[in-house]
């Protein structure tokens, strides 16, 4: 009776203490996403030195290979790579926000058909579980990803495999850069001693969180690659970092601490903000930026179903200009009862400007920020408000994102925006709107 009791025991041990399946976790991310949206339309730029710049043709946001090997690093101001450019013929272009976009949207459609399970991590990345993929070859798999987007979208992208998001980024990072992957790197087929070989050769600043914030810190510290810290005790780093840090560790050695997000998480803050393209002295210019920035906002409001409880405005002039004095100045207006209304949130907004605007100052920047956002659903109204609110605002709101959705932006807008705009920002060299406007569509001769 004891032997028997003993064997049932043990069965039963086998059966409930069977491990979890191995997750397979694939980072999809487009290759140098800025630059190759813009060789899609402008084949002229293939294997020539490209860089996008950011707002105002300011800095290198986006690089081509061939400037990332002349030594150009993100972020670099424009203006200094002058001569640089005049040397080796780099081509600057302005941001195509409009084209980007689009663009993306594409490639996110296509990898949703590779898995129910997505996340969109940014404008050039997303997540896809695969752990029910698992019997198939999954760099095949990877592979088929690849070939498709760049025919349908004419697109490049790299893919990474890993048991968790952490090493899934890592894995994309060794796909795009170690040329044996052929765009697919999958750690998950790699046995112990492949795997860490391998990631003893990665710097540990190219892990996910860690960059050249934390690098620096990790290294003297004595953790210099991937696998020393893949190594390292959890809990004593996170006393000495942070849960985030702990959180890493525990992802580098397989145990999955962030989830995917299938359903992005609304904005707790949102904010909209321009460096202009001249310097403005006058209101009227200052209020026209300020309506617009609100207008922006209040759309991506309405968009997540939230309501805004305060408003923060701002205004600065340049620190660089020595010829001008300095003057910022910021205000934030709670309000008395949250709202989605454009108009409203325009009409407090530039109340807010008017307390903290000064005249014969050249200003450099403005903007705003949405704030103390809560749910449309439970939105606690208030008898005492001077805030009515109007059952026909909710319904002029969605008339007007839908007609501004479907025939383009700025279609429907306050005429406080103004038309002439001056102090937009500059784009000196910016590419059509291939895909999103029909006088700009491509056309053969």
Known sequence: MLTTLIIVTIIKMKIFSIPSPTRHIALIDVNNFNVSCERVFNPRLNGKPVVVLSNNDGCAVARSNEVKALGVAMGAPWFKLKDLARQHGIIGLSSNY?????????????????????????????????????????????????????????LPVCV???????????????????????????????????LDALLSEIGVGEIWGVGGRLAPRLQALGFNSVLVLKRANPERLRQQFSVVMEKTIRELNGTVC???????????QIMSSRSFGQPVSDYVSLAESITLYISRAAEKLRRQRSFAGSIHVFIRTSPFRSDDP????????????????????????????????????????AGIMLGELVPAEGVQGDMFSQIKTNPK?????????????????????????????????????????????????????
């Open 98 to 154: 409009a084209l980007y976009a689009d663009m993306s949207n594409r490639v996110m459609s296509i990898l949703r058909e590779y898995s129910p399970d997505q996340e969109v991590y940014s404008i050039d990345e997303s997540f896809l579980d695969l752990t029910g993929f698992q019997s198939g070859n999954l760099i095949q798999y990877g592979q088929k990803m690849r070939k498709r987007i760049l025919k349908w979208t004419g």
């Open 160 to 194: 990474g495999i890993g048991s968790t998001k952490t090493l899934a980024k890592l894995a994309n990072h060794c796909a795009k850069k170690r040329s044996v992957f052929n765009g697919v790197c999958n750690f998950n087929a790699m046995n112990h001693q492949e």
């Open 258 to 268: 962030i989830e995917l997000e299938e359903i992005a998480q609304a904005k707790k």
């Open 326 to 365: 300095f003057y910022s100045n910021g205000l934030t207006i709670p309000l008395p009862s949250p709202t989605d209304d454009t108009r409203q949130l325009v009409n407090i907004a530039l109340w807010g400007l008017r307390q903290i605007y000064k005249p014969n100052y050249n200003y450099a920047k």
């Open 393 to 445: 605002s909710a319904v002029l709101m969605s008339t007007i994102d839908t007609i501004n959705r479907k025939m383009g932006k700025e279609s429907i807008k306050l005429a406080s925006e103004g038309f002439r705009r001056p102090w937009k920002m500059r784009q000196e060299n910016k590419s059509p709107a291939y895909t999103t406007r029909w006088s700009d569509l491509p056309v053969t001769s």
